[in-house]
C-alpha cells in the first residue's frame, strides 16, 4: 500500500499541464557575495540573482508538474525577505513566522507542507519527519544542519540544502572583535560604566600583537578568520582532523593538545558531531595556558560549561566569549536562566565573559546573501529537480531543455543503492528516447535524472506507475 507521504507528493507530480515559458533559469552554485543588497533580484520565475554559473546560454523551458501556487513552504525563524520574495515570486503559498515553534506545533505545521525553511533552532527530527508527510525538501537558511536528521530525510527522499559559507566573514568579525573586547575587558569596564562606576585599570589587560590565536577547526570560517588575526599581527596556529594548506604564515599543529598548550586565545569553529561534543571539557582545560581565553561561536554542545565556570573561576582561562548554548531560547525576549541550562545564573555572574545570543551570523549582509542561496536551491530541486548543494543526496544536475524542445520529461527517480536498478529503469524509459542521464549514490541513496523526449502527456503517468511499482523506489517525480 502507498505510504501517504507518497500519495500526496503523487498529486503534486501528477497534475498534468505545461508550465509557461520563462526566462532563462540558470545556477547558482556558489554563495552569492557577501554584499548582494537587492532583496527582490531572481525574484521572477525561472531567474536566479548572483549566478555565478549559467550553464546553459538560451531560453530554457521551466520544468514544473504542478500548479506552483499549490506547493506550501512555511519558513521558520525570520527568515530574510530575500529569501521569501524568491519563493513567493514563484508563486508558491508561502508561510512565514519571526520563531521556531514548539514541538506539538511543528508537527501539526509540517504535515500539510512540501517545503519547510529553518535556522538553527528548529530540531527536524526523525519523529518530527515521520510526520511531514508531504516534504520534499528542506532548506537551512544557516551553515550548521546538525539540527536535522539528515540520514532519515534522505532514507525518505527528502532533499536538505544549506549556505555553506554566506556568514563566515560575519562569524570571523565577530571573533576578532570579542577577541579584543576579552583582552582589554571591554564587557566589564562597559558594564561598570553603565551601572555609574569608574575603573581605570590596566592590570591584566593585553594588546593582542604579538599574542598566540589557536584555531580548532580550519574551515570556512577558522581559515576566514586565520586571514583577519594575522593582519592584526597575531600569531595563528590551527588543529583540524583533515591536513590543510595554511593560509599566510598559519601553521597546522598535530594535536589538540599541543593548540592548547601554545594558544594565548583558542577559538572553536567545528560542527557538531559526536565527536565534538564537549571537545573542550576539564582535561582539555588543563592543557590551556593559564590567563587564556576561550571563545565558541561553534555549537553549545562543544564546550563543557561547567567545566568552564570552574576553569574560570580558577583563574586557568582569563575571560571567555560564548555565542552558543547547549540550549536556546526559542524566540527575541524569552529568558536566558536556569530553567534552559542549569548552569545559567553561574555562567552570568563571571567576569571578563562576553556571553551573546547566537549572533556569530546575523548581519544584513549574511542574511541576505543566505536567503538568495537558499532560496534559489530550493526552487531549482522544486522546479527542476537539481540537487548540486544538497547536503544529504547525491549532488546531480542536467541542463533544462530549452523552449523549442517539445514533448520531453524529466524523470528524477530516488532510490535505495541496490544492484539491478538502472537496468529496470532504463527498461521501462526505453520506450522514450533517453536524450540525457545522469545518476549518482551516496551512501544507501541514489539519485537518477533522465531527460526524455517524445513523450505524450497520456504516458507520463504510466512512467511514474511503473517506476513506483519497482522495490528501489524511493520518490518518483516526473517533470514536464
Ligand atoms: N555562531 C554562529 O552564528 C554560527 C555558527 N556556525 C557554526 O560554525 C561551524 C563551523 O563552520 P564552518 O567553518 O563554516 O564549517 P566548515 O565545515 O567549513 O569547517 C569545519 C572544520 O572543522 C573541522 N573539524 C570537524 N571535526 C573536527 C574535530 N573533531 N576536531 C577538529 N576539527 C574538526 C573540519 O575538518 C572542518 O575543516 C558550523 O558547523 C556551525 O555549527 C556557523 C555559522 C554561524
Ligand atoms: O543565524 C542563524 O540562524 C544560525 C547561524 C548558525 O549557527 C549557522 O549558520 O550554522
Redesign the pocket.
Known amino acids: 500500500m502507498a505510504h501517504p507521504r507518497d500519495i500526496a507528493r503523487s498529486a503534486l507530480s501528477n497534475a498534468v499541464s505545461y508550465s509557461t515559458l520563462s526566462v532563462s533559469p540558470t545556477a547558482t552554485f556558489h554563495s552569492p557575495t557577501a554584499n548582494f543588497h537587492s532583496p527582490t533580484a531572481g525574484s521572477q520565475p525561472g531567474s536566479f540573482a548572483g549566478s555565478s554559473f549559467a550553464y546553459r546560454p538560451g531560453p530554457q523551458r521551466q520544468l514544473k508538474p504542478f500548479n506552483t501556487e499549490d506547493i506550501k513552504i512555511l519558513l521558520l525563524e525570520n527568515v530574510n525577505e530575500t529569501g521569501r520574495n524568491i519563493l513567493k515570486g514563484q508563486g508558491y503559498q508561502v508561510e512565514f513566522l519571526k520563531s521556531s515553534l514548539p514541538e506539538p506545533e511543528l508537527i501539526e505545521k509540517i504535515r500539510d507542507v512540501h517545503v519547510i525553511g529553518i535556522r538553527?533552532k528548529t530540531k527536524l527530527t526523525a519523529k518530527v519527519l515521520a510526520e511531514a508527510k508531504n516534504l520534499l525538501v528542506i532548506g537551512c537558511f544557516?551553515?550548521?544542519t546538525?539540527q536535522v536528521d539528515l540520514e532519515y530525510a534522505a532514507k525518505h527522499g527528502i532533499a536538505v540544502f544549506n549556505s555553506?559559507?554566506a556568514?563566515?566573514r560575519?562569524?570571523a568579525e565577530l571573533v576578532i572583535a570579542e577577541i579584543i573586547s576579552l583582552a582589554r575587558q571591554l564587557g566589564d569596564r562597559s558594564l561598570e560604566m553603565h551601572r555609574g562606576t569608574w575603573n581605570k585599570v590596566s592590570a591584566k589587560c593585553w594588546e593582542i600583537r604579538g599574542k598566540t590565536l589557536g584555531i580548532?577547526?580550519?574551515?570556512?570560517?577558522?581559515s576566514q578568520l586565520s586571514v583577519l588575526a594575522e593582519a592584526m599581527g597575531m600569531n595563528v596556529i590551527y588543529?583540524?582532523?583533515?591536513t590543510?594548506m595554511a593560509i599566510g604564515t598559519a601553521q597546522q599543529v598535530p594535536t589538540?593538545e599541543h593548540l592548547l598548550e601554545q594558544a594565548d586565545f583558542v577559538t572553536l569553529?567545528?560542527?557538531?558531531?559526536p565527536?565534538?561534543k564537549n571537545?573542550i571539557s576539564t582535561k582539555q582545560f588543563e592543557h590551556m595556558k593559564t590567563g587564556s581565553y576561550l571563545i565558541n561561536?561553534?555549537?553549545g554542545t562543544v564546550v563543557d560549561i561547567p567545566a568552564l565556570i570552574k576553569a574560570m573561576r580558577s583563574g586557568k582561562v582569563a575571560g571567555a566569549a560564548l555565542?552558543?548554548y547547549p540550549n536556546e531560547p526559542a524566540a527575541n525576549g524569552d529568558y536566558f536562566t536556569n530553567d534552559l541550562n542549569t548552569w545559567a545564573e553561574d555562567l552570568r555572574g563571571l567576569n571578563n565573559i562576553i556571553l551573546t545570543p547566537?549572533?556569530?551570523?546575523?548581519t544584513e549582509e549574511a542574511q541576505r546573501a543566505i536567503g538568495v542561496e537558499v532560496a534559489e536551491a530550493l526552487v531549482r530541486y522544486i522546479n527542476q529537480g537539481i540537487t548540486v548543494g544538497s547536503v544529504n543526496l547525491p549532488e546531480v544536475t542536467l541542463r533544462s531543455p530549452g523552449i523549442e524542445d517539445e514533448d520531453r520529461a524529466r524523470v528524477i527517480y530516488i532510490h535505495r543503492n541496490v544492484p539491478g536498478v538502472l537496468r529496470k529503469v532504463n527498461e521501462i524509459l526505453a520506450e522514450h528516447n533517453v536524450d540525457k542521464q545522469i545518476s549518482d549514490s551516496k551512501g544507501d541513496i541514489a539519485y537518477l535524472m533522465a531527460d526524455i523526449s517524445n513523450v505524450k502527456t497520456e504516458d507520463i503517468k504510466e512512467i511514474r506507475d511503473n517506476l513506483d511499482a519497482l522495490s528501489s523506489r524511493i520518490i518518483t517525480r516526473v517533470l514536464y
Open positions: 538553527s544557516c551553515i550548521g546538525n555553506p559559507f556568514n563566515s560575519s562569524v580548532v577547526g580550519y574551515g570556512h570560517i577558522g588543529y583540524d582532523i583533515l590543510l589538540l569553529h567545528v560542527p557538531e558531531t565527536e565534538t571537545l561561536a561553534s555549537r555565542d552558543v547566537h549572533i556569530g551570523g546575523s
